[in-house]
């Protein structure tokens, strides 16, 4: 098997990224993980991978820091898997993944669900990039720059 390459020090921050959640089965780890899913078992039930890659994937979500683990919350000897901060985090990202395949998917009237606000029972609009004045923008609107560099402290 080739050995794939590491992008944990790449100055990109979406390469970087893809360094903790680009592999697809951690990615839908995270997705059972945001709609309640916490024991092994449940997410191999539901995503039907084999037990020795959903343990390397929960592993490397519980290194990256997206996963921890508890002791299970029914008090038996299992452990739970639980979203942290950062693993929440990746909601937006997710439901961007999602708004870009129902845009652009070959089929969508084969996509089974839509998501909804849980209080109005309402679709949930399209995510949008806007600059902080409020404007909306596309990727023609935006460029990159270098990062400013530290700001030394004086001694003394």
Not at 25 to 54: H, P
Not at 57 to 85: F, K
Not at 113 to 136: F, S, Y
């Amino acid at each position: 098997m080739v050995k794939r390459t590491s992008f944990e020090g790449d100055a990109c921050p979406i390469a970087r990224s893809l360094e903790a959640i680009g592999d697809r089965w951690s990615v839908l780890i995270i997705r059972e993980a945001l709609f309640g899913l916490r024991r092994f078992g449940e997410f191999q039930n539901k995503l039907g991978m084999a037990k020795n890659i959903l343990s390397t994937r929960l592993s490397a979500l519980v290194d990256h820091g997206i996963l921890t683990t508890a002791p299970a919350s029914d008090g038996s000897a299992y452990q739970e898997y639980v979203l942290t901060e950062k693993g929440r985090g990746t909601f937006p990202i997710l439901v961007a993944l999602r708004q870009w395949s129902e845009a652009f998917d070959d089929r969508p009237s084969e996509i089974a669900t839509i998501l909804v606000d849980r209080e109005k029972g309402r679709p949930v609009k399209k995510l949008e990039l806007r600059a902080e004045d409020g404007r909306l923008l596309t990727q023609a609107d935006t460029t990159l720059k270098p990062r400013p560099a530290p700001r030394r402290r004086s001694a003394g």
